[in-house]
């Protein structure tokens, strides 16, 4: 059976490098630096 989809668990399970890459990708600009933004130990 499938997990439901929670933007919440997409965002803390994506490496951020891959986000600040999307974000770059589609000139999405945010208040904060999401490259300088430190990796979680999970």
């Known amino acids: 059976m499938a997990a439901q989809y929670s933007n919440r668990h997409f965002f ?13 990708a589609k000139a999405i600009q945010f208040d904060i630096d999401v490259k300088q933004l430190k990796e979680n130990k999970r």
């Open 12 to 24: 803390r399970k994506t490496p951020n490098q891959y986000l600040a890459q999307f974000f770059e």
